[in-house]
């Protein structure tokens, strides 16, 4: 009886410990449930039709933003990590100023004398920016290049134009040559100040290549990156002009700072709405951002976004140079965690050099320049063909005659030497 009753003690024991561990596995999955569920409300990625790098698969997905366009591009690669409406023609307001300065630097020197004509002092009153500048006024060309990029001048734009080219005209074609020497497709100056103009227009893709062009250069990048400067008092005015740079995110006192940011330019006009261009630095990657036809005052928050997408989602990977010689690049920017296996390739051939592009679900996002070792093969076994040829005609041009007649005679010599010592010997 005693042990019937531990038996049946036992059995409902065991039935409660079934019951109890069998509810785990569903209480599990119904949390396992609701957190998902509140990933993805967190996660509010852009449709691809409006974000195109969303429609890339495997792609890191990214939120909209409220501004018309934008573009989040790879300085060493021209990776781009983030495309809206990228090839949208818009009104670029003072970004314009970035070409202005890169075309100056290009062609003056930091001491140049600018002196303010008619032509530059009209800018004080065309309705943008202006630093008062005063006819027969003189300025280094670096106290012009500091007064467009920190106080967005426009009547010190207009002068440096001139300067540099002898009218604001010739400037102007100036601009539209060196846009299209950098692979701009869609960008029309019309002045050096960005005021609005119909004919005036541009792209994020096109401002990304301008700004990333005028970043390598090492007095652009101070500029750009240069929250006050001061212009000393000059042969007319009376006392110092201390410029302010009101671009926020190089700014650490404003709330739209960015620390990895290492300079850029906003502008603003009816036409063209808030535009802003930068680069910033972080996880060994410069990122140029541009956004275009944003509401004032939400540019740097949107592009601060951006940057942080770009940084937080992707990162640079080497290639092994284990069975070609890398003449240079060989440097992806691809997702992160994603190997050299997860890559395609397609190579072209010119000049004794193959240029590799590498490609992520058909998106470019690196090149290489190989050497072509088998055109060095190739022309290798040409000149072993030629060697041969030549050989085959030198002996063809010269008779075996004299050969055969001079072995006959050496022979000769040798059996009459062998003759002399067997008779030698034998006396």
């Known amino acids: 009886m005693k042990k019937k009753r531990i038996a049946a003690a036992l059995l409902a024991l065991g039935l409660g410990t079934v019951t109890v561990f069998s509810q785990i596995p569903a209480f599990a999955a119904e949390e396992t449930s609701d957190n998902t569920a509140a990933a993805a409300q967190q996660v509010q990625t852009a449709d691809p039709s409006v974000v195109a790098t969303n429609g890339i698969e495997g792609w890191p997905q990214a939120s909209d933003i409220s501004s018309t366009a934008a573009i989040v591009m790879e300085t060493s690669t021209n990776t781009v990590l983030y495309s809206k409406n990228a090839d949208q023609a818009l009104y670029p307001a003072s970004a314009v100023k970035v070409m202005t300065c890169l075309l100056a630097l290009e062609n003056s020197n930091p001491d140049d004398q600018v002196t303010m004509t008619a032509t530059g002092v009209s800018g004080v009153t065309d309705g943008g920016a202006n630093i008062s500048a005063q006819l027969d006024e003189v300025f280094t060309m670096e106290q012009c290049l500091y007064a467009i990029m920190v106080a967005s001048a426009n009547d010190i734009a207009l002068q440096v134009a001139e300067h540099i080219s002898g009218s604001v005209d010739a400037f102007v074609q100036a601009m539209n040559t060196r846009a299209q020497e950098l692979g701009c497709t869609d960008t029309v100056f ?86 802003l261009v930068c ?55 691809v997702p992160n965690g994603t190997g050299e296996d997860g890559l395609t390739t397609e190579d072209t051939s010119s000049d004794g050099q193959i240029m590799r592009q590498y490609y992520f679900s058909k ?26 040829e030549a050989a085959k005609a030198f002996s063809a041009s010269h008779t075996d005659v004299p050969y055969y007649i001079i072995g006959a005679i050496g022979a000769a010599f040798l059996l009459f030497f062998l003759f002399l010592m067997i008779r030698v010997i034998k006396s």
């Open 363 to 388: 998106t470019p996002v690196g090149t290489a320049v190989l050497e072509d070792t088998q055109q060095e093969t190739d022309d290798a076994a040409i000149t072993g063909q030629k060697n041969m």
């Open 279 to 333: 680069e910033a630095s972080k996880n060994n990657m410069k990122l140029v951002c541009v956004v275009l036809h944003g509401a004032s005052g939400a540019t740097d928050n949107e592009a601060i976004t951006l940057l942080n997408y770009g940084f937080d989602n992707f990162s640079p990977l080497t290639i092994a140079d284990n069975d070609f010689n890398r003449l240079s690049g060989g440097t992806v920017i």
């Open 190 to 275: 019309t002045n050096p100040t960005g005021l609005p103009d119909e004919n005036q227009h541009t792209t994020a893709r096109d401002m990304a290549l301008i700004m990333e062009t005028a970043m390598e250069n090492d007095t652009f990048r101070t500029i750009a990156a240069t929250t006050s400067y001061t212009i000393p008092a000059t042969n007319v005015s009376g006392g110092d002009r201390v410029l302010t740079n009101n671009f926020t995110m190089i700014n650490n006192t404003s709330d739209g700072y960015y620390d990895a940011c290492i300079g850029g330019k906003e502008g603003y006009t009816e036409a063209s709405g808030s535009t």
